[in-house]
Structures are given as C-alpha cells and as structure tokens.
DNA sequence: TTCTAATGTAAACAAACGTTTACTTGCTGC
DNA sequence: GCAGCAAGTAAACGTTTGTTTACATTAGAA
C-alpha cells in the first residue's frame, strides 16, 4: 500500500487514473479504434479492448450498449477526407497517395484510419455500417469538392484505389508493394489518382 | 413417406448420392469456396459448410484435417491470372477490368474468386496464407509476362486496383461504383490498368 | 462528515466455434 | 454371402464470444 504513495502523481496515466466518466470513454475509444485497425471488428474482442484500456468488459458495454455501437463510434464517425482537400487541385493525387503510401509510424504515432474500415470491411455486419460512413464522410465530400456529372464515379475510384493500396500493402504485405521503397510508389500512384480528379470526362 | 417414391429419382442431387468420397470431397471444396467468399474465413462456419455440402462437420475435418487446410485448398490454391494472360497485350487492361467488373451471375454462375480473397485477408491467419497465394499465382505470374525492369510494381499495382474496386463494389456496395453501368466503369478502369502494363518506366 | 448516485468490477450466462471420440452404416473384393 | 474397410454420423469436449446480473467502491453534493 505504501507504494501508492511513494509512486509519481499521474504514473503510467492508467492505473492511478481517479474515477472519471469521460476520460474513460475516451480510452475506450482509443483502443477500440486500435484493436479494430490491427484486428478487424469480428477478431478485435471487447475484452481486450477494456483490457487495454484499463477497464472490465462490461464496463465497455455498459458505455456504449453494444460492441456494434461502440464500432459505429469509435471508427465509423472517425475518417473524413476533407483534411485532405485542403491545398491546390492538382496536387491532390499526390496528397492522397501520400495518405495511403506513409508508414504506420509516421501517420501520427497511430494506426492508420483506413485500416480500420478495410479490416472490418469483410464482415457483413460492420460493413453495412461502414457503407453509409465511406459515402458520407469520403466520397460524397470529395465528389461534391470535384464537381462535374462523373464527380461519383470518379470519387468512387479514388476511394477504391486508396484501398487497393492500403489492402495489398498493408494487409496482404504483398512482396511487390510492401518492399518497394515509398517515393517509387508515389511515382506510380499520384497520376493516376490526379486522372481521376482532372481527367476528360467519359461520354 | 410416399411422397419419396414419387419424387423423381435423383432429386435435390443430394439426398440420394451414394457413398463417394471424391464426389463428397468435391462437394464439400465447392461450398466452401462459396462459404469463404460469401462470408470470409473467420464467419465461415465448418458446420455450416459441412451442411451445405450435405455431410456433418466432423466428416469436413476428417478430409482436410482442420478448417484452415480447407481454406488453402479451396481458396488459395484456386485463383489465377493466366487465363486473363491469352490474348493481345494492348487489351489486356481491358479483359482485367472485365474480370472485376462483371457481376457476380456472370462470373460463371460462381461467386467472384477474388471475393473469398479479400474478404479473408483480415484474419490473419488466412492473410498468412494468402500472401504466399496471390505472389505465387497472381502477382508472380503477370509480372513475369509483363517483363522489364519495374514489373513486379506495376503487376502490384494492377492487383491493388482490381482489389480496390472489388473492395468497394461487392464488399463496402458503396452506392458511386455500386450502382453505375459496367461499361461507364470499364471506361475509366480499363486505361488506368492498361497504363501499369505499358505505361513508362520510372527512372 | 455523511449519504447517494455515479463508476467500476467479478462472475456467470447462453450461444457458437473447431475439433475429437466412439459409434453406425453401406459398398466391395473374396 | 459375408467379412472388412471405407464413408459417414451423433454427441460431446474445451474455448471463446458478447452480454447480463449482482455486487463493490469511490467521488461529490448536502
């Protein structure tokens, strides 16, 4: 018990974290966009996430009624493209390659947000919930940014090209992309993404 | 019990099979096939597969020895590019974007192949596997025909984007690539592809 | 200081999973 | 015709899952 005391204030911000609704929330939510990012909404399990954020399985559901709920709120209501449209049209493929081509470490010391929509993507259950999140928050922002009658599609293909690359690089780890050194890569994708944002339209 | 003596004598193809082990073990491959890509390999239940198949779930296990040596041999071991390969190179861009563009009733009366890929590549178990697959059979492959200095990239490329688009058709159904006409998309995709075959190299 | 509502936990629930064991059924070679 | 082995099944095993129930603890207003 002693050891209580002599230990620091605020040690590892976890175990000695006083009672508090809202911060505890928000590390559920934390590492629930975590677990769901490595692990994908089925294999990703609620106690490891409470687990992980310093609380009971329960506790988790009591907060957000249901592993689903929680899903919806943690990733769902958490990747937007409009940071991204910030800048001059026609370097928006490269800003966009970029977004998917950076390593893990370097998206801001977390996992990288699509990774969570494509590990979860498989499961019907979260995929209907990640259906309304893609158009919503990428493709309808990006395709009302574009602008002109094939604005969709070409906001579609970007949001699939996107994913391709994160599914092969990062989940597959597939030899071709996953070795090649980023700037080569960039060099393939960025035109063609910005063909897709200024390229003729289609008849 | 009369109403079997009328029916006719083969009826439903598989009440009535006689003991085969072949027949069963084919039976049991092809609703796997259909399981995986429908529902990926984690949702995928033996029991399930075992039931469409006709046979119990222990009869599954008994033949391929757990549910993970099933999966190779009914998904890894059975998608290819070098059928897409015959033909004039100029359209080969073309022929792959028809190969994820088609419907699914049109491919063969099957589920897309790349469909149980990619919808098991989020467990990791199955990405494991799935990896040394798609190198093997798909990426290997196309980059040898392709040739050149860059052409491991660029047969990684053409496998991102069919995944990609595969991803947000059949998978995410996002409503902007979901519901435009297949020729509208070929017309975007088809080029960009084409582009990865013969595109320039980049110095 | 005391009391209560908010915050949190431990333990169990029912269902589903892949797999194993023991058993029954039926085709086939002699 | 009949043994013997292959083909197939039923039932249970041990885990793990999301969720519920009943209980403990602590913070903050009175």
Redesign the interface.
Known sequence: MVYWIILPADPPSDTSRPRNAAHTRVAILNAARTAFAR??F??AGVREIAASAGVTAALVIRYFGSKENLFVQAVVQNFSVVGLLEGERARLGERLARYVLQKESEAGGSLHPLLAL???????QA?AL??TG??AQF?GPL?AWLGGPEA??????I???????T???S???????FT?DTE??L???AP?LQ??IDGPD?S
């Open positions: 692990q994908g089925e294999a494509l590990r979860s993507a498989t499961n019907e995929a990640l259906r893609l158009d493709i395709a969709e599609v070409r906001a579609g293909f949001a699939a090209t996107l994913l391709g690359l599914a092969v690089r989940v597959l780890q597939s030899r071709a992309l090649a080569r890569l060099a393939f994708s063609v063909g897709y289609i």
